[in-house]
């Protein structure tokens, strides 16, 4: 005990250190980090501007492919989340293939920051379906060191998946694939043709709308905005608000950012009719994650919206509505 | 300023904001890195960011809320690994996640560790009464032990090698309240109590190695010339071991000098920016001659309560005479960073800021102290008595904040470069250079 700013306390240390141990996979950021500004540059894997289309194709091994993409804010108090989703990968896995929400799902993932003032505004991965998607998250360059700007440039990650994406999901099953948004911040009011030149290489000539790229989007994905709830800036209804505006109920806020691949699998689960949320919460215990009621609190008013969504004579009487508690299932 | 390396140092007794100055610096984009040259985890610079998120920052520079902006720890700092971890683990909470990935250390600096807290405890209990003001982290123990026993004292680079640290921290743990732990010891040994056990200690300096970068003492070349790096002082000149009014002091050298060396090594200068508050601040015991009370209520410290080994954070009248003193000890700054200014002559109009241009003797006499030539403590303590024996002669504030700035840059001496009016980056106002 002493009278510094922090506690000193041994085990409190090494619990925090312990926390830490998946550090050293983001080699690729610690390198940049390490170098002159104006040398930051996005990894090869995850450039927007190669590879230009994304696909996520049916195999023999995995007959039907389901695209997941997950996108996050890489700034400020987003930067524990590529972090999370590397600890807790496996975990999603888990759920999604042996509570069976899914059988064959294809995931990406990509990093956003702010066209106006990052060097690495977009970085987007390929759909894997297999630990390679751990090589992707590895690539991601972590730029945010905090700031507190309220705009990133989510649009022009809307305009990439909207364009710049092929799945057979889509394209042979009529199944929108899924699109995970993770950020505290808003976006800009258009794609701007300029940045789509510069950092995607399109040629764009005009700037196009957020909503007009959203009810694009909206055709090729199911899209979900997951909010952290417990936001330092007080300022997260009006984030809250603005994101409802354009995706409703998918708008999901979370307290707790540790909590996020379980949010993500359960949200599939419920929305693949796989489960309701009680069962979705049974399976996170089975599967050895404590977080039940964060996940829980996130998910209330998707699930609930659900239920109200079904007319009363679907409904089974004296069915799942007389467990108190529990969560309507469709 | 905009191009070069700019060291920044408190010229009074800590405390006046040092962290915000570092932060509005690194603001512009072009500071590369912030180096801590002095000091250790006792450090408590407050920094505030637009929208409203508040760290201390102890350790990790005061320029981490800036993206990008890394920390060096230099070889002169005192590393403290069990203090490095709960401070991360904030700065992460508020959403600022990447600060390991920032972080490198050099490896020739020391650690500070529980068993040389333990010591320091023991020391300011055995004082009573006369607590020398000491923050209860352990640094001056580990000063004082690395003294000692040099060949002995942990550091950053043995974290690296498990068996020569635990010798080293065996031995420690052996001499710990023996009288072998400092031969000069003026404090008999103490009982010390609740103690971590070694393996609990090397575990987390296991874990520590493993997640910061500890670098040669090549590294800091290669920064000084990738760009303009801000050197980050720590606590106040008027505490440092040699200039600062003994025992009221601090086993670390606060002024410029550490600093300058590491810059002259590599054949870099920097400009010198020393910060004042518009009043003065003292956190624990010693001499603080225009100390008044009734300022206290009219200036609320919001992040500086009272610590159990510290004491009090108390308050004075802005003192030209001891910012002489501290300047002329540190050889001089180029400028001046005066905080505080949004609270000259605010508040209740019965109580008014003064300034103190003078300090008389109970004859009636002007005095003004010097600093030493040297390093003689028998000298300074002499110099401490005197201080609580003068009268600081006090005359009221300019009225406005502009008239405020020009009398302390005329008393001094010093141009002012940027004034602060409140701890977000945005309420700095850039006055000349």
Known sequence: MGSGAWSTNVYSAAKEYRTRTGKSAFAYSDTMSGTNRADWRVHDSLDPTQANIRESRDSDEHPTSQAISVIFDVTGSMGSIPRTLQTKLPGLFGLLLRKGYLAHPQIMFGGIGDATCDRVPLQVGQFESDNRMDDDLGNI????????????SYELAMYFMARHTSMDCLEKRGRRGYLFLLGDEMAYGHVKASEVRDIIGDDVTEDIPLTDIVAELRTKFEVYFIVPGNAYHGRDAAITKFWRSLFGQNVIVLDDLAAVCETIALTIGLNEEAIDLAEGLEHLTDVGFDSTDVVGKALAPL????????????LDAGGALDVPGKAQRL | MNDEHVIVVDLGFGDAGKGTIVDWLCRDGERSAVVRFNGGAQAAHNVVTDDGRHHTFAQFGAGTFVRGVPTHLAHTVLVDPFALAGEAAHLESIGVGDVFDRLTIDERALITTPWHR???H???????GNRHGSCGMGIGETARYALAHPDDAPTVGDC????TLRRKLDA???RLGTSDWAPDDDVPAHDVVDLPDVDDVLEVLGLFTDTVHIVDGGHIGGLLDRGPVVFEGAQGVLLDEWAGFHPYTTWSTTTTANALAILAEHGQRATRLGVVR?????HGAGPIPTEDDSLTALLPEHHNGTGPWQGRFRVGHFDAVAHRYALAATGGVDALAVTHVDVVNTGDASVRQGICGEYRTDGGVPWAPVPPDGHDLDRQARLTETLTSITPVIHDAPETAEGWLDEASKLLNVPIAVASYGPTAAAKRRICG
Do not use: C
């Not at chain 1, 360059?141 to 990133?152: A, D, I, N, W």
């Not at chain 2, 518009?278 to 003292?282: K, S």
């Open chain 1, 141 to 152: 360059f972590l730029e945010g060191g905090g700031g507190g700007q309220r705009t990133e």
């Open chain 2, 160 to 163: 690296r090698h498990p068996k």
């Open chain 2, 278 to 282: 518009t009043y003065t601040t003292r």
């Open chain 1, 303 to 314: 699930a609930s919206s659900r239920s109200i969504a079904v007319t009363p004579d679907s």
């Open chain 2, 118 to 120: 333990a010591a320091n």
């Open chain 2, 172 to 174: 420690m743990r052996e």
């Open chain 2, 122 to 128: 023991a020391r300011e209990l055995a004082r009573g």
